[in-house]
């Protein structure tokens, strides 16, 4: 990423996708006004600590990268109400997923999930759980029995709750 980015701070949009970053330097910090960050189809396996200071960011897409677990500083962006992180090499999503009370969509698609947590539960907005299921009969995907959560209020108010292939 150019270095003369971090000196644009009244920055509200900023799309990188296809652009091959392996890394996000930490000044992305220094970009707070940032609302929508699109860092889709490149070569990122982590995400900086310094992403934590975007507060005002509202939709995050990290699809088609190479992230094999939840970026730890996502469940700092409690004000986040999208997130695609598709098509990556996710296996279980985080439990600090819990603290992003303002996600109203999460794609999980085309990623070798074998649980979601129960903290899923604890999302008040959220209307879209998009996740695929493994085809094969070997593995289940396992709930963290968030399904019976009676305060699972995320899943009374979804009203997109979608999977292929499989089952939970």
Known sequence: MPPELA???????LSLNENLISAIP?????LTNLTKLW?????LNALPGEMANLQKLKELVLDKNMLTVMPPVLGKLSNLETLSIKDNKIYSVSESI???KGLQSIRLQGNPLQSLPWQLG?????????????????????CGS???????????VCTRLRKRGGWI
């Not at 930490?26 to 220094?30: E, K, V």
């Not at 860092?39 to 070569?43: K, P, T, V, W």
């Open 7 to 13: 000196g644009l701070g009244y920055l509200e949009h």
């Open 26 to 30: 930490s000044f992305i910090g220094n």
């Open 39 to 43: 860092l889709g189809s490149n070569h």
């Open 98 to 100: 819990g603290m992003m």
């Open 122 to 142: 604890d999302l008040p907005n959220l209307k879209e759980l998009l996740f695929d299921t493994p085809s094969s009969g070997r593995r289940r995907l396992r």
């Open 146 to 156: 968030w399904v019976q959560q009676p305060r699972c209020a995320s899943l009374r």
